[in-house]
């Protein structure tokens, strides 16, 4: 297959993104796993923008990478002293738990790689914001107004939560 | 065009990644931070189905938008938590949190 900048460009991110993601389970310190984690939330905003979802990856860049990170962050400084280090696991559960993860792995591929997908079509275009708002608004059929009510509870739910939780007493 | 399986094998590691930390992890967030790992890797998998067998609809596009959403909503309550946890025990090793075993 001939190499073009489309794939050099997803060849990069997912070299960046596989990188990132072994560092982020396999550092040592938790600060720097959540930085790897940034990372890998800026990879996978990549991929958005190479698929054409743009109002997606803006989400993702939102959400994820500017407030789930900083949640983190501050959370990880709030929890652990300087200095601190994972704990050292016993060797055995250590390679139980690699074994598992190579096995599952290979499983997954093997399965995912010998099936029969539809035949995959790439159209290039964006898609339009003014079609995903209206999807989002409409009750017809292929509406979801109601999820995004239903999410609008979920988040006035999960704000009173945090705080009736995290409150000083 | 990328393969659309080049995008499953990216999305397939980095879900495995997130297991493995979470098998392997002691620490409440560390736990926490390779359940993103996973959570992001399906949605990576809905955009790609939605973009490459059904392009004329926007369900997974709009699965993936939700679950970005909802993994929201569990972070900050599993944080909110964590940090209690931290505030009553001074340690969220969760080797140490068997206060409410029976």
């Known amino acids: 297959m001939n190499i073009t900048l489309d794939l050099i460009v997803f060849v990069v991110l997912a070299l960046f993104i596989v ?69 050292k696991l016993k060797k055995s559960r250590f390679l ?27 159209e290039h275009g964006e898609l339009p914001v003014r079609e995903i708002g209206h999807a989002l608004m409409s009750t017809e059929k ?20 945090g705080i009736m939780i995290a409150r000083k007493r | 065009m990328v393969h659309m399986e080049y995008y499953l094998i990216v999305s397939t590691i980095m879900m495995f990644a ?33 973009r490459f067998l059904f392009p004329g609809q926007l369900e997974g596009f709009f699965f993936s938008l939700f679950a970005i959403g909802v993994s929201a909503a569990e972070t900050a309550v599993a944080i909110a938590i964590i940090i209690n946890i931290y505030r009553n025990m001074k340690n969220i090793q969760v080797r140490n949190l068997d206060k409410m075993k029976w």
């Open chain 1, 19 to 87: 990188v990132s993601s072994i560092l982020a389970v396999s550092t040592k310190r938790i600060l720097r796993a959540a930085t790897y984690l940034l990372f890998v939330l800026f990879g996978t905003a990549g991929i958005y923008f190479q698929l054409n979802y743009s109002f997606l990856g803006a989400v993702q860049l939102l959400i994820y990478a500017g407030g789930i990170t900083v949640l983190y962050v501050f959370s990880i400084l709030l929890t652990s002293s300087e200095g601190d280090q994972a704990e």
């Open chain 1, 96 to 122: 139980a738990g690699l074994a598992a993860t190579l096995a599952g792995m290979g499983i997954c591929l093997f399965v995912m790689l010998k099936h029969k997908f539809l035949a995959p079509v790439f």
């Open chain 2, 18 to 50: 997130g297991i493995y930390g979470f098998l392997t992890r002691r620490n409440l967030l560390a736990m926490l931070i390779s359940v993103e790992l996973i959570l992001n890797s399906v949605d990576i998998n809905f955009a790609v189905f939605n």
């Open chain 1, 142 to 161: 292929y509406g979801y107004v109601l999820p995004f009510e239903v999410i609008s509870i979920l988040l006035l739910a999960c704000i009173i939560g």
